[in-house]
């Protein structure tokens, strides 16, 4: 049974803030934690050799890209959120379907994602990271960035799954339920 416009919108903008809030609480609480139970640089001892965790504040962005940019980059991030929530409220009418939930979900982890850095980069000057790949050379990274980076291949595998149909399956259509959007 489908909704009307008004109604799906108002759920998935539920679906939406709801993902979105609990990443961000994720994301904040566990900056505040590593910046109070562990010094600048401090490091854990890796986990069965793949992670550990260690305290940076990054300025810049991975791999020390645009170093002391932070005011610049936290900008750049609150754009990228307002044009996330332009797109999620006018997705209907930019490609002519509802969103997916999956689509929905990926937007608000990207959303999340962008506006925990964000306040990180407005509130301290710069990003709390303490996630740190020992078995590959990776810049260290946060629950945000997570978000972003899952968001965004989320987006890229719903896309690719309904041009690979041929358009005629968008997942939760093509199983009979509602679109979010």
Same mark, same amino acid.
């Not at 020390?64 to 991030?77: I, K, P, R």
């Given at each position: 049974?489908?909704?009307?416009?008004?109604?799906?919108?108002?759920?998935?903008?539920?679906?939406?803030?709801?993902?979105?809030?609990?990443?961000?609480?994720?994301?904040?609480?566990?900056?505040?934690?590593?910046?109070?139970?562990?010094?600048?640089?401090?490091?854990?001892?890796?986990?069965? +050799?793949?992670?550990?965790?260690?305290?940076?504040?990054?300025?810049?962005?991975?791999?020390?890209?645009?170093?002391?940019?932070?005011?610049?980059?936290?900008?750049?991030?609150?754009?990228?959120?307002? +044009?996330?929530?332009?797109?999620?409220?006018?997705?209907?009418?930019?490609?002519?379907?509802?969103?997916?939930?999956?689509?929905?979900?990926?937007?608000?982890?990207?959303?999340? +994602?962008?506006?925990?850095?964000?306040?990180?980069?407005?509130?301290?000057?710069?990003?709390?990271?303490?996630?740190?790949?020992?078995?590959?050379?990776?810049?260290?990274?946060?629950?945000?960035?997570?978000?972003?980076?899952?968001?965004?291949?989320?987006?890229?595998?719903?896309?690719?799954?309904?041009?690979?149909?041929?358009?005629?399956?968008?997942?939760?259509?093509?199983? +009979?339920?509602?679109?979010?959007?």
């Amino acid at each position: 049974m489908a909704l009307n416009g008004k109604s799906s919108l108002a759920r998935s903008g539920g679906v939406f803030a709801g993902v979105a809030a609990i990443w961000l609480v994720i994301d904040q609480l566990t900056k505040a934690y590593f910046e109070g139970a562990y010094a600048l640089g401090q490091a854990s001892e890796a986990t069965y +050799g793949l992670f550990r965790f260690r305290l940076v504040h990054n300025t810049g962005m991975a791999w020390g890209m645009f170093g002391d940019s932070t005011f610049a980059l936290g900008v750049m991030s609150l754009v990228v959120c307002a +044009g996330i929530v332009a797109a999620f409220v006018f997705y209907r009418r930019l490609t002519g379907h509802a969103a997916t939930m999956l689509e929905t979900c990926a937007l608000s982890l990207v959303f999340a +994602g962008g506006l925990g850095n964000a306040i990180d980069r407005f509130a301290q000057a710069y990003v709390v990271d303490f996630i740190d790949l020992t078995f590959i050379d990776f810049p260290v990274f946060n629950i945000a960035d997570i978000g972003v980076t899952c968001g965004f291949v989320l987006l890229v595998a719903g896309y690719l799954l309904a041009t690979r149909s041929g358009g005629e399956m968008r997942g939760d259509e093509a199983e +009979g339920r509602d679109a979010a959007v």
